[in-house]
């Protein structure tokens, strides 16, 4: 599993970059459901419902490139900063997951170096688009 699916511009040149931080409710393998209940996956608190549709419609429209996630932000939340106490949620909408509650901000320090680090990821891969 990739963090980011790269959207190709279908227009010449747009100047435009399209972002759609919650666009997937998906997990990566290992992470099973976090412990939660499957069904929440199919709700708000996975992830923007329509969101990631949306996005490929208007960079259809525009003729622009975007970058979609393909995780849940149950898993990280790709547009909070590593200094931000909810970019691991530990409640969601008033849903404890399980998966996350024993985290705390500490346990952070060392996230920039992690395999999922949402900011290392995201300007990798703007880099390689920017080159292509």
């Not at 393998?29 to 412990?35: I, Q, S, T």
């Not at 975007?66 to 849940?72: E, G, K």
Request: hydrophobic share 40%.
């Amino acid at each position: 599993m990739t963090a980011f699916e790269h959207v190709a511009a279908r227009g010449p040149g747009s100047t435009l970059l399209l972002l759609c931080d919650h666009a997937s409710a998906a997990l990566p393998e290992g992470y099973g459901r976090l412990g939660l209940d499957p069904a929440l996956f199919q709700t708000h608190i996975a992830y923007d419902i329509g969101a990631e549709s949306v996005t490929r419609q208007v960079a259809e429209l525009l003729g622009a490139p975007a970058i979609c996630t393909r995780f849940s932000r149950l898993l990280i939340d790709p547009n909070r900063g590593l200094d931000d106490p909810t970019l691991i949620m530990r409640i969601s909408d008033g849903a404890v997951v399980p998966g996350n509650a024993c985290l705390s901000t500490a346990n952070w320090k060392g996230i920039s170096s992690m395999p999922l680090s949402c900011e290392n990821r995201v300007s990798s891969q703007v880099l390689s688009m920017s080159q292509m």
